[in-house]
């Protein structure tokens, strides 16, 4: 709550039922867009915390603790797996399967997904040489299907040789 005592509105429009606020931040002088829609209390951050953590940014509590001088966090922004009750309810597992259908098209959340899952397999492959070895050939392959699947007439997945880089990953795997 008290990053968003420093977020200024700079900018504020209405488009509709819709209110939009640019907010920035003295230090730092980067921009957030909070887009407010007052018929179903629907907000969206630029920055995307709500949508792919369950967080609620301070670019939103600003806009809602000032400008819309709300009292209380609505409802809708009170998710279950922050209630006592979450035991039994939905959890954390539970919430992003429900939300997988709508982020599914957001870059935002599968590059947050697949960092999460990446760091993890990077710290385990930065333990020796042969560990970084594994995870380098895994990550050389998983490059190659993907530009192959991308269309790029330079890569096939059977002889698994990317010309991009000069990266053999057949190689690698002998």
């Known amino acids: 709550m008290l990053n968003s005592i420093s977020e200024e509105v700079v900018n504020f429009s209405i488009e509709g039922a ?5 907010l920035q931040r003295s230090e730092d002088k980067r921009t957030h867009i909070v887009q407010f829609d007052s018929s179903n209390h629907q907000t969206v951050c630029s920055c995307h915390k709500f949508e792919t953590l369950g967080w609620l940014c301070c670019h939103i509590l600003r806009v809602f603790n000032t400008d819309l001088r709300f009292h209380s966090i609505p409802m809708e922004f009170v998710l ?3 209630m006592k009750t979450t035991k039994y309810g939905l959890g954390f597992d539970d919430y992003f399967q429900q939300k997988k259908n709508t982020l599914s098209s957001s870059t935002t959340a599968r590059l947050n997904r ?4 990446s760091f993890a397999v990077m710290s385990m492959g930065a333990v020796d040489d042969v560990t970084e070895n594994i995870v380098n050939r895994h990550l050389d ?3 190659a299907e993907i530009i192959s699947y991308q269309g790029d007439s330079s890569v096939t997945v059977d002889a698994i040789t990317c010309t991009q880089e000069d990266i053999q990953v057949g190689a690698l795997v002998n």
């Not at 819709?18 to 640019?22: C, E, F, L, P």
């Open 141 to 143: 392959l998983a490059r």
């Open 18 to 22: 819709s209110r939009v606020y640019t």
């Open 80 to 82: 279950s797996r922050w």
């Open 114 to 117: 697949l960092t999460k899952k």
